[in-house]
């Protein structure tokens, strides 16, 4: 089993509409959550961190469930520029070198 | 501020040939991180520099070996190119190294060996 699991997609939505995506994770002791956003062909860039507590960022929701071990992210009202792989990460523990990438969920909006 | 670079862009090899792999950042991190991404998977940790003068393995760092020149520049080498290593590799960087930083990537650089 992966370290960081998620529905590689592709996610097919109309503009406008609300999308939602989870990532599981294994480890239990995990320390650190957060979603990136990577373009096509292009490099991943930091989208969210994820808090305990749940975090919003306009249109962005971001949730942690550590008794489950899921995160999860939620787009309101998408736009077109959404189109993106959505990458699920977790750290370890605090060191830096310890992030686990999930393989990323692949999302369309469509027009 | 032009933050992750990395050279080149683009390469293919054959199998047997070596190359290096620039990184260079100019935020003043003391952290930088090779990884590879391959389809399906997700980012892999080849080698990481917690800070300048220090290079340790991570989870992928057979046929590759790192220099930290200084704070600013940290280099991939491929001795004897594989095709196993046909992949995009990206260098981040991160201010301190903690596991709540975040993560600032190069564009890539995609590399195909025949």
Redesign the interface.
Known sequence: R?E?EQD?GPFNVPEGATVAFNCTYSNSAS??FFWYRQDC??????LM?VYSSGNEDGRFTAQLNRASQYISLLIRDSKLSDSATY?CVV??????????????TRLSVLP | NAGVTQTPKFQVLKTGQSMTLQCAQDMNHN?M?W?RQDP??????IY?S?SEGTT?K?EVPNGYNVSRLNKREFSLRLESAAPSQTSVY?CAS?S????????Y????TRLTVL
């Not at chain 2, 990537?105 to 890539?108: S, T």
Request: aromatic share 14%; hydrophobic share 25%.
């Open positions: 992966k960081v590689p320390q650190s062909r292009k490099e991943p860039k930091l961190s990458l750290n370890r523990d605090n060191y830096g070198q310890n992030f686990v990438f999930g393989p990323g | 952290s991180y990884y399906g998977m997700g980012l892999r940790l990481y917690a340790d991570g990206f991160s301190t190294g903690g596991g709540a930083d975040t993560q990537f190069g564009p890539g």
